[in-house]
């Protein structure tokens, strides 16, 4: 053990390895702080090269690696399990953004750059990196491809996948895998980039990445909705859509209890709907040309008039029941901070037993209903948490039971699993839509996942890692 010490010194420097308790706590527990390892050091390279020293390293040594970003994901993918001779490896250090190219709307970036840094860098150039979530601001672009992370703007941008188009690795061996092109065209062979992007730090550690950029809206129509029903408002996404060109960038879904959730933590907020209903809906259209950008009659940009025109017609079908619109940057930042705050909102009642699922778009309220009635004997006195990224079918589902603060039993746990999963099969949903799966969804890995498709995985695994160095007891049952 203490060789192994010695030689991460070797490669990173004293500074940058931790071995205290006292500095490893953050690294060794997930954002819940429920997940609670205890690895054997912490390392935190500087670049690539001591990134491959490193797996050398572990590959001689049979020592397993722990890969971690910003240390946000919700499925315990990025901090160790119990066994005390893994390491993490932090990505934290390499925070360079290496290139913007606004000619060929792509960034060069190395794994451990914060996203909202990428937000921020690229805005200079009027451009944006589509991928818009509560964690922005600590989440690292390598964590996101691991995770091919999701999000508000998937419906009009693609998940992260769709976003990356070269990846630099270290496979598990020490060996630097380059597929760092920023090409749009590549048939060359297997889509390795596509089997390491999701992989959770099990097959090798992403190093550095080309992303694909996206121009910036030039101006954007942002509303808060109360809405019939789900039907309703699927009917409105598609009118949004057709009336728009495709230009929805966010549909997103919180019930009436999420809502009052919001105001009970933020007394000091006005809601912006005088009447919340059972289905609220944040919408947002972003215009990238200047066609729907321009101003109507009334000096305000087409893209206004034409989501106006839109809720107008919904307001006489009956399907839309309350709305208001953003008026500037603060009203539309107003709008967002009650979708963003769902994390605090979802955990500001305790532990629950959290679902991450997607479905069809037409069977989200099928789902809703569903899982209220199957698990209404399963747990007596439930309470739930909902918020949904509606418009790509995206469900996080939260069952708190009755006394969930004093714990929740694993049987009950393990029970309500089952009956939630099945039931999205069921409906030839998937059990993980974003998340991912780290520790906490194996057991649905093993229930649900095809078999060949668990074999595949597994030959992967083994060909690419031999010896189970890269971020062991993950993602594979
Ligand atoms: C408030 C909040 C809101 C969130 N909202 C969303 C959302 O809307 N959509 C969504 O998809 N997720 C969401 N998440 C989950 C999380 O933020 C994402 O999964 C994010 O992509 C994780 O990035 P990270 O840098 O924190 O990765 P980490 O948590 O550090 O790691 C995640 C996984 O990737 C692996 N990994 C990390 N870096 C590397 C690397 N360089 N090479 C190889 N493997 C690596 C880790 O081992 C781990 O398995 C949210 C989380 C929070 C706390």
Known sequence: MTDILTNLRNISGDTYVLSGNDDRKAFDTDVFGDKIGSSLAVVRPANTDE?????????????????QGGNTGLAGGATPTADTTQIVLSLARMNAIENINPETR??????????????????KHDLIFPLIFGARGSCMIGGNISTNAGGSNVLRYGNTRALVLGLEVVLPDGRVMNLMNALYKNNTGYALKDLIIGAEGTLGIITRAVLQLH????????????????????????????ASGGAVEAFEFM????????????????????????????????ATSQLLARPGDDGRPLIENLLEDVLTDGFENGDILDAAIAQNDSQRDAFWHIRESAYEVATS????????VSVPLDQVETFLDQAAKRLASVVPGMRKTIVSHLGDGNIHYGVLPENNRNGIAPALKTKVMEVVEDLVTELNGSFSAEHGIGTSKRPSMARQKDPVALDAMRAVKAALDPQNIMNPGKVLP
């Open 51 to 67: 990134v491959a020293a490193i797996l050398k390293l572990a590959h001689e040594t049979g020592t397993p690696v722990v890969p």
């Open 106 to 123: 792509t960034a060069t970036v190395q794994a451990g750059v914060i996203l909202q840094n990428l937000h921020d860098a690229v805005a």
């Open 349 to 356: 009642d305790g532990p629950a037993i959290d679902f991450d």
């Open 215 to 242: 121009p910036a809206p030039v101006a954007r129509a942002t509303a808060l909705l109360s809405v019939a029903s789900l039907p309703a408002a699927l009917t409105l996404l598609r009118k949004l859509q057709d």
């Open 255 to 286: 019930p009436e209890n999420h809502m009052q959730g919001y105001q009970n933590l933020n007394p000091d907020r006005t809601l912006p709907l005088e009447t919340p209903g059972a289905v609220n809906i944040l919408t947002e259209l972003g």
